[in-house]
């Protein structure tokens, strides 16, 4: 029987199977833009005051030296200072962690560094950072032991012209928040969680199962240094690669 001349064909396993397949994937795909809609309202929800300010915690920041504060230049780096600064927070004021060593537990302050600059960041530039601050950063390559590339940062190259102050962290406003938002997404969180969701959703939705980290990095045996030189340079240009 010719099952092509009916008004209603009757659907195959493989059809079935395909269309099972088809609306998990639209399923999904519903999931992940709802996740971002609660996220953004989340976001988007003001700031309130308190009415009883109180403090929670310590947070520590970095500041200008005394001999900084009287230099000429003290305006200078006090800008720089607030494009880089770092800010951590700790219950407790030493700022030391608890650190299996031997066999026995010690108290290890914790490491605060000053903000550094991917090679992606550093091209994008979203801090505004001027020529003459970007002269006092320094390029540095590291191996990442993941991805086996070429990790570049820039790291800012006079660490001693600040230091790090402890103040108490006062808390003098909250954001609003919505029950029913939060509620909701921590169960769409859950569920993408404990049945491992992401890679399946980040192939439907940006075309790729793994993190959009490893795009800004080509590994070292695909490097080509001839690839941005021109074809008129000189013949020492290119015996310097």
């Known amino acids: 029987?010719?099952?092509?001349?009916?008004?209603?064909?009757?659907?195959?396993?493989?059809?079935?199977?395909?269309?099972?397949?088809?609306?998990?994937?639209?399923?999904?795909?519903?999931?992940?833009?709802?996740?971002?809609?609660?996220?953004?309202?989340?976001?988007?929800?003001?700031?309130?005051?308190?009415?009883?300010?109180?403090?929670?915690?310590?947070?520590?920041?970095?500041?200008?030296?005394?001999?900084?504060?009287?230099?000429?230049?003290?305006?200078?780096?006090?800008?720089?200072?607030?494009?880089?600064?770092?800010?951590?927070?700790h219950h407790d004021k030493s700022f030391k962690r608890k650190k299996r060593r031997k066999c026995r537990y010690v108290f290890k302050e914790m490491e605060q560094l000053l903000q550094e600059f991917t090679a992606h960041k550093w091209n994008a530039n979203k801090a505004n950072l001027t020529d003459e601050e970007k002269s006092c950063f320094i390029r540095v390559e590291t191996i990442d032991s993941n991805s086996r590339n070429i990790k570049v940062n820039y790291v800012f190259s006079e660490p001693w012209r600040y230091t790090l102050k402890v103040i108490p962290h006062i808390v003098t406003h909250v954001k609003l928040m919505d029950a029913d938002l939060k509620s909701e997404s921590l169960v769409i969180a859950n569920h993408i969680k404990n049945y491992d969701l992401w890679p399946r959703i980040n192939l439907l939705t940006r075309g790729k199962s793994y993190s959009w980290y490893y795009r800004y990095y080509e590994r070292q045996k695909y490097i080509n240094k001839l690839k941005n030189k021109p074809r008129y340079c000189s013949k020492e240009a290119y015996l310097d690669l």
């Open 1 to 89: 029987m010719d099952t092509l001349a009916w008004s209603c064909r009757i659907k195959t396993a493989r059809r079935k199977k395909r269309l099972v397949k088809t609306d998990r994937d639209k399923q999904l795909i519903k999931l992940a833009k709802r996740s971002r809609q609660i996220d953004e309202q989340l976001r988007s929800m003001p700031m309130v005051t308190i009415d009883k300010p109180y403090q929670r915690g310590w947070k520590r920041t970095f500041v200008l030296t005394g001999d900084m504060k009287q230099s000429r230049k003290a305006k200078f780096y006090e800008v720089l200072l607030s494009k880089i600064n770092t800010v951590a927070y």
